[in-house]
Nanobody
Framework: QVQLAESGGGLVQAEGSLRLSCAPS????????MGWFRQAPGKERDFVAT????????HYADSVKGRFTISRDNAKNTVYLQMNSLKPEDTAVYYC?????????????????WGQGTQVTVSS
């Protein structure tokens, strides 16, 4: 069992930046594919970004391309989501997820473990 914990959320003004982190407890993420998803109030959970175990396959949702960057530091057993030029429409609970198969995926159903989420609020 992998337990994931997100951190780094908060309140920021539009055009500001935040960096989210995701770290596991009790297990290494080194061989897992990782993803970030988000869910705004009253909406479905949407894909944001994904990275495979070797950082060779990375994909982003069109809505965040050029503004968000996913990365991983396997030595620190942590995955990051750097979010720049934030917009009010980025407001959501952000979740990290881990896929035991190791590859990147935009599909939520291909992830085995999920964190509890961290709130990101962008004010205009």
């Amino acid at each position: 069992q992998v337990q994931l914990a997100e951190s780094g959320g908060g309140l920021v003004q539009a055009e500001g930046s935040l960096r989210l982190s995701c770290a596991p407890s009790g297990r290494t993420l080194r061989t897992y594919g990782m993803g970030w998803f988000r869910q705004a109030p009253g909406k479905e959970r949407d894909f944001v970004a994904t990275i495979d175990w070797g950082s060779t396959s990375i994909h982003y949702a069109d809505s965040v391309k050029g503004r968000f960057t996913i990365s991983r530091d396997n030595a620190k057993n942590t995955v990051y989501l750097q979010m720049n030029s934030l917009k009010p429409e980025d407001t959501a609970v952000y979740y990290c997820a881990a896929a035991a198969a190791g590859y990147s995926s935009i599909r939520a159903g291909e992830y085995d473990y999920w964190g509890q989420g961290t709130q990101v609020t962008v004010s205009s």
